[in-house]
């Protein structure tokens, strides 16, 4: 498999992860620094749509990631709950 072709396999599951994550994320507690946070992981979803349009395939994955990493750490601090779409947060 090509790198552009990983990278793009990576960038669509990535995607459908962190939707998924998002459209059920319930919280906890409602801290509004917590909704802040969210945001920023929509934010960084739809950043990585418009560095995928542009071709800019790498910088997409990265904004997915840092999207799902957001997400994770408010879970793991037990802010936050969702569930992951697609397997790849559970890939460790």
Do not use: I, P
């Amino acid at each position: 498999m090509s790198l552009q072709a990983e990278l793009e396999e990576k960038y669509r599951r990535y995607l459908e992860t962190l939707g998924r994550a998002l459209s059920t994320l319930r919280f906890k507690e409602g801290d509004r620094r917590v909704e802040e946070v969210v945001s920023l992981a929509q934010c960084y979803r739809e950043d990585a749509k418009h560095f995928h349009e542009k071709g800019m395939h790498a910088t997409a994955l990265v904004s997915l990631a840092y999207g799902e990493g957001l997400l994770d750490a408010l879970r793991m601090l037990g802010l936050v709950e969702f569930e992951w779409g697609g397997g790849v947060g559970e890939e460790g």
